[in-house]
């Protein structure tokens, strides 16, 4: 069936590897920002997110960093599993609440 | 149910024809939004309802989109005289809002694919 993998940016790693999927974001207004998952087929699930007072936050096997001089996010996620394979999206908001998309990178993991 | 559901999971229809999609929303979530999604891409904003209005509409392409949440927990998208670019998922999100604070975490429904021939 078709994916909203396809034509994307592609990450392929090995099972046990670290992942860091990047993201750059153009709003510098923007002052809160989400990481979501999405696997084939369903919506996109919250992972962590981070605010714009923050350099860094941790959750389990991720961690999100915020670089605000660049305007650039990034997602690491620890000793990558099968199933973290998904497009994965940044999104940013500012004042208006309303969550603005990234076009995704696709995470591909290789047992 | 638990979480945010969407009617039709899939729906077929030809150009021309008036489509409604449906989005049942986590019970006691205030925040409601539609965006549409196409293949390759990130969801697209279209619509966001605070209880039974429209607090924006920005995203919706043209008049032929409309969406209602009348008693402020389902919502409609209704699309009019649809067109083959109107091809997408449409996804639908509930997320529970305080005032003055970001909308937070976002509760995604699996989507409505729309095709239209």
């Known amino acids: 069936g078709e994916s909203v993998g396809l034509h994307l940016p592609t990450l392929s790693v090995q099972e046990g590897d670290n992942s860091i999927i990047n993201c750059a974001y153009s709003n510098s207004a923007s002052d809160y920002f989400i990481w979501y998952k999405q696997e084939s087929g369903k919506g996109p699930q919250f992972i962590i997110d981070i605010r714009s007072n923050m350099d860094k936050r941790q959750g389990q096997r991720v961690t999100v960093l915020l670089n605000k001089t660049v305007k650039h996010l990034s997602l690491q996620i620890a000793a990558t599993q099968p199933g973290d394979s998904a497009v994965y999206f940044c999104a940013e908001s500012g004042g208006s609440y309303i969550p603005t998309f990234g076009r995704g990178t696709s995470l591909i993991v290789h047992p | 149910g638990a979480g945010v559901s969407q009617t039709p999971s899939n729906k077929v229809t030809e150009k021309g024809k008036y489509v409604e999609l449906r989005c049942d929303p986590i019970?006691?979530?205030?925040?409601l939004y539609w965006y549409r999604q196409s293949l390759g891409q990130g969801p697209e904003f279209l619509i966001y309802?605070?209880?039974?209005?429209?607090?924006?509409d920005s995203g919706l392409p043209n008049d032929r989109f409309f969406a209602v949440r009348p008693e402020g927990s389902v919502s409609t998208l209704k699309i009019q005289r649809t067109e083959r670019g109107d091809s997408a998922v449409y996804l639908c999100?509930?997320?529970?809002?305080?005032?003055?604070?970001?909308?937070?975490?976002?509760?995604f429904g699996e989507g409505s694919r729309l095709t239209v021939l």
């Open positions: 019970s006691g979530h205030t925040a």
């Open positions: 309802f605070q209880g039974t209005g429209a607090a924006d």
């Open positions: 999100a509930s997320s529970l809002w305080l005032a003055g604070i970001e909308a937070g975490e976002l509760f």
